[in-house]
């Protein structure tokens, strides 16, 4: 499988699974909307009153999980957090987050308290039941 057939398995199901750690050490997942996967990483948002925000923030290692129609895409890697202006403003003016807008007075507002995070050069493998017993393969994001 390559790099831009996971990106597409990952676009069309965007429902994902995240996985961190909190500050006693233990697992934490949550299923969140992913925004999108392309060439320059996994994107997601979340807001800094987050317990996912913290976490991350102390320990930015995680795992990610999409369900994709009978196959399970897996992706390891670091999440940075990323207050480009640009990523920004795709995301505020994304038609799919028009429910950003309702969460403060201004877009300066919103920004405040929304922060951005992506995982880049993650790695990445797949399983589904018709590979159940085959040693996993990564493939570099």
């Given amino acids: 499988m390559t790099k831009?057939?996971?990106f597409k398995m990952m676009n069309e199901n965007p429902v994902m699974h995240l996985a961190t750690v909190d500050e006693n050490g233990y697992p934490r997942v949550r299923g969140i909307l992913m925004f999108k996967a392309c060439k320059d990483g996994i994107i997601f948002h979340t807001g800094t009153f987050k317990e996912l925000y913290k976490q991350l923030m102390a320990n930015p290692n995680a795992e990610v999980c999409f369900q994709c129609n009978g196959t399970q895409v897996r992706v390891e890697g670091k999440f940075e957090l990323d207050e480009s202006d640009e990523i920004f403003e795709e995301i505020y003016n994304h038609p799919s987050r028009a429910f950003i807008k309702q969460w403060g007075k201004s877009k300066?507002?919103?920004k405040d308290f929304l922060k951005?995070?992506?995982l880049k050069n993650g790695r990445a493998h797949t399983w589904s039941m018709a590979?159940?017993?085959k040693p996993k393969e990564y493939i570099d994001l």
Avoid: K
């Fill in 131 to 133: 590979d159940n017993f």
């Fill in 108 to 110: 300066e507002e919103v």
């Fill in 4 to 6: 831009e057939e996971l």
């Fill in 116 to 118: 951005i995070f992506r």
